[in-house]
């Protein structure tokens, strides 16, 4: 499986971005997707997750509220929508997929990664 996400760039405080993340290849195997980012100096922290029926969720506090997270089936893509971004929300992004949303969002086994996507926001 291979996972392209995209949507980055550079948004002042308060607006908005989408990411995306295409799954392509064996994708007939369902996993759960996840988004995690990483700031310069700090770790690679799981921001929002979610099972490939869209049944089950998961937001890191931080995001709660401001995030959301959906997928569609049919274009194997994954969406997280970013509103009243924060200039704390600067990070690489990075979609990956493993095996449920517990697993993505406990520090469990990722088995694909996607490249990272630049989110800047200026305050």
């Given amino acids: 499986v291979q996972l392209q996400a995209s949507g980055g760039g550079l948004v002042q405080a308060g607006g908005?971005?989408?990411?995306?993340?295409?799954?392509s290849g064996r994708t007939y195997n369902n996993f759960a997707m996840g988004w995690f980012r990483?700031?310069?100096g700090s770790h690679r922290d799981i921001v929002?997750?979610?099972?490939?029926?869209?049944?089950?969720t998961?937001?890191?506090?931080?995001?709660?509220?401001?995030?959301t997270?959906?997928?569609?089936?049919?274009?194997?893509?994954v969406y997280l929508q970013m509103n009243?971004?924060?200039?704390e929300d600067t990070a690489v992004y990075y979609c990956a997929g493993g095996t449920t949303v517990p697993t993505i969002s406990r520090g469990g086994r990722i088995d694909y990664w996607g490249q990272g996507t630049q989110v800047t926001v200026s305050s």
Avoid: E, H, M
């Fill in 16 to 23: 908005s971005l989408r990411l995306s993340c295409v799954a």
């Fill in 38 to 40: 990483q700031a310069p």
């Fill in 48 to 56: 929002a997750a979610i099972s490939w029926n869209g049944g089950s």
């Fill in 58 to 67: 998961y937001y890191a506090d931080s995001v709660k509220g401001r995030f």
């Fill in 69 to 77: 997270i959906s997928s569609d089936n049919a274009k194997n893509t």
């Fill in 84 to 87: 009243s971004l924060k200039p």
